[in-house]
Structures are given as C-alpha cells and as structure tokens.
C-alpha cells in the first residue's frame, strides 16, 4: 500500500472536560476485574533533567498508521496465530494494531506478562500491539429495535487495557437483565473500565439497524470517544438506506448535540493472506504523535487522526481560522472534498485542496473522495 510523505500534522484539539470538543489548533515548530489498576505512562523528556545534565531531545511527532479493531485465532472465528496477524500487518507498512479478539485479552506469546501495561508488544520490537478485547454479546429483542430479525450486535472495544485477565471475559451478567440497548453498552462500558482501558469504541453500530442518534448521544455522554464510521466488512450497513440512517448521519446527530465523538475507520479482520470473508486493510486511521504507546493513546483520543479507506492527506489542519485539507503527493488525482457543517452538506470542491472557515458555534468536517471510492475522514473541528 502507498504511504505518503507525512509532511504536515493532522491537528486535531484535545476533548475539554465537557461534551463540547476545542477546535482544530495549528500545531507549534496504557486490571483484572477483582485488582486495582495502575496504567503505565512513559516519562515525558521534559521531565527527566533530576540531575541537572541537558535534557534528551524530544521525539518528534509523526504519521503513524493503524488499525483499532483486529482479530485474530484467540477470537475463535479466525484461524491466523497472533505472530501472522502482526506479520501481516508489518509487511504492509502499520505502525500498531489494537488486538481485539471477542472477551479475551491475548497476549502475544505463550508466558508474557505485560499486565500493567496498555500493550503487548512494546514500540522498541516493531509493530506496537496494544491490548484490547471486543466486549461481545448477541442478544436478541433490544429496545429500541433494530430489523424485523430482532437481532441485537453489542460490540465494544476495550482499547489500551491493563488488565490481563485469565481465559473468556465474563462482562455479561447484567446486560442480560435488560433489554435496554443503553444499559447493555453500559455493562460494556463498565467491563471496559474494569479492564482499565485507554478508550471505548462502538463497533458497526448499525448492523442489524441497531443504532439510532439518541443511543450514540447518551452514550457521548457516557465516555465513549470513537464510533465506527467506516467498518470495511460492514459496508452496506456502514451506508444505510431509504429508511435507515448512514453511520455518518447518525455521527453528525451526535456531533450536532455538542458530543465530542471522532469517527473510525477500520478492517475488523479476521482472515489473513487471500482467504476467508474477512480480509485485512479496509480501514484503517492515520495518527499524528510520538512513537510512544500511550503518546499514540492520547493522541487518539483527541482526535489526532484522520480515517481512511484509501485516500492519503498531507494536510488536515486550522489554519487562520480556516480548515485546510490538502492530499498527498501519493494521490495522483484530484479528489472530491465535501464540507459538512452542523450535520448539513455545504459545498463540493473538486481538487487536490480545499479550505473552509471553522464556524464561530457548531462544527465542520470535510470527508475526501477518490474516483474509485475510497475515502478520507477528517475530524471535524469547532470553533472557541
């Protein structure tokens, strides 16, 4: 896959400590459920100089590609050992994965003990692994409902977590009292939280239909930082139709309540190297921080990142109060950039870059279309 000069930070502000999210700046030149937790932070540089001698240079921050939703032998519906899947990725040019196989932690290899840590495999080895676990339960009959099958999907990323616990993750019990959609998230979120996880995301919302504007908002209010937007294995739900909402329609309602939530792309593999349905390299985001674990953790959870499924940008930053969107070299063409502000479609510009002025209230976000379809999403940036 191309890779492009990463030239220029994508900026994206930090979440304040309210629903509403501080806008596009320009930048300057990581428990088992019955422990105590203690997420591990690497010492920043700055504070390092105890003795007086010059401090170390700080590492820059950089284009960093990944994928937060990857699965694989421990899931039990993939049959690739977790040394391929890393292989997998390595040969095709990422920078981390999240390792979220279905209510279990895995580890890398047989005997490690990483616990205390938000990873499995350390930046220092190559490909950055960190621990996760999709919390997975699939009822039936949830409120509100979905389709006539009356199937309900309740997938949760716990990313970045600490804990390790032993075998199948038992976070069930009580979202099996209610037929409640939120509260069974909440029993998600709860486990999550448990686990001592980084960040929460919602995985393909709307299979089966079962997302709607109001279940996404509360659970903004709830914590949850990252939405799947673009799940490749999950395209026609991904889009909606004539009586369902698209996920990112559904994103703009949340966006348009004033919660901070960013939008992700993602393959959600399970089968590797030409076999299987459910291929790698389909989405994927592109991070701007340091090659740190938890620098990659923070970044993302400000929304340091743009998805895509294809298209590269050299620039996605607020310049003079303006967001400015600019492609790769590697993109030979031009491209369709369409502006979105306030959940509302407001110009169309075909070309290689575009600028629109960050509204004073409200929030806009441009989404990058390639001729063959392949797309980038910019997070979408407010004003003061």
Known sequence: ???????????????????????????????????DVTIAVPLDARDADVAGSPLPAAAPEVWLRGSTHVHAKPSGDSSEPIADVIHWYEAHGYDFIVLTDHNKVSEVAPGSDTAGKPYVRDADTGLIVFAGSELTHNPSGCLPAGDRSKKCRIHVNAIGVTGRPAG?????????KTHDRVAKYQAALAAA????????????PQWFWGMTPEVL???????????EIANAQFKPWNAGDKTHLSMEQI????????????????????????????????????????????AIL?????????????VELARAEVEAGELVVELAAAEASTCTITWIEDGKLVETVRGRSARRAVPATGYVRAVVTRDDGARAWVQPARGL
């Open 193 to 204: 939280a448990q686990l001592g996880a980084s960040l929460t995301q919602i995985n393909h």
């Open 298 to 310: 923070d970044a993302i959870g400000a929304g340091h990142f743009y998805a895509s499924s294809g």
């Open 217 to 227: 908002t509360e659970l903004g209010h709830r914590g949850v930082k990252l939405v």
């Open 1 to 35: 896959m191309r890779r492009c000069a990463l030239v220029l930070a994508l900026i994206v502000a930090a979440c304040a400590a309210t629903d509403s999210p501080t806008p596009l700046v320009p930048r300057a030149a990581d428990a088992p459920a019955d422990a």
């Open 168 to 176: 199948k993750i038992d976070w069930t019990p009580p979202a099996r």
């Open 251 to 294: 994103w703009d309602a949340t966006l348009v309540a004033g919660v901070t939530m960013w939008g992700i792309a993602s393959d959600d593999a399970h089968d590797y190297h030409g076999h299987g349905k459910w291929p790698p390299g389909g989405g994927w985001i592109v991070v701007h921080a340091r090659r740190d674990p938890q």
